[in-house]
């Protein structure tokens, strides 16, 4: 297992733990799609608080983090604060079956967690 293995666990379990839900395949979905392919490659810009702040390299333990992390500054693209997400998901409690409509759905990280809870038999339908 890799450092950033390590830290993706670490972080699914925290995220599992904002999302206060009892449905552990949260936190497996968390822990097993990994956020870095869905952001282009590193380093990547970081904003936290009232900063944004260049990752000191691509190692994506970086990206395990509550940080939004900025796809296009020009643009305001990002890939949203995982809290809020885990927050938001906890709370709708996708099922496995069900059809998930994913509004705002960026690259699609946040779309890949829906569909991990909604399988199997279940659908995503993501738009940008």
């Known amino acids: ?3 950033s293995d390590d830290a993706r666990k670490f972080y699914a ?3 599992a733990a904002h999302a206060r839900s009892a449905d552990p395949r949260i936190e497996e979905a968390f822990a097993s799609v990994p956020r870095e392919a869905f ?3 590193g380093p ?3 904003f936290a608080g009232d900063g944004a702040f260049k990752t000191p390299t691509a190692d994506p333990s970086y990206i ?3 940080v939004l992390v900025v796809l296009d500054a020009d643009k305001g693209i990002n890939n949203g604060e995982p809290i809020l997400h885990a927050m938001w998901i906890g709370k709708v409690e996708p099922k496995p079956g069900e059809a998930v409509t994913h509004i705002g759905a960026g ?3 946040y779309t ?3 569909a991990r809870l909604v399988e199997p038999g279940g ?3 993501a738009f940008e």
């Open 1 to 3: 297992m890799t450092v």
């Open 13 to 15: 379990k925290l995220m």
């Open 39 to 41: 952001l282009g490659p």
């Open 44 to 46: 990547w810009t970081v």
């Open 64 to 66: 395990y983090q509550n």
């Open 107 to 109: 690259t699609g990280y």
């Open 112 to 114: 890949a967690l829906l």
């Open 123 to 125: 659908s995503v339908t």
